[in-house]
């Protein structure tokens, strides 16, 4: 379930990014946060969106 889990957090971060969906490769520090989703079933999301910085 650990993969499972850190492969959706990558997937929505890459594809927040406009980046493909590839090997796996070392991502810079992101300013996206990152929400798990209760889907039904055995389903699992992520949803990745940019962090709000206020000046």
Known sequence: MLVARA???REARLKCRG???SKWFPLPP???CCYS???PG???GTLARPARTYH
């Open 42 to 44: 055995n389903w699992m």
């Open 37 to 39: 989703l209760n889907l």
């Open 19 to 21: 980046l493909p969906l």
């Open 7 to 9: 492969w959706k957090e």
């Open 30 to 32: 992101s300013e996206h």
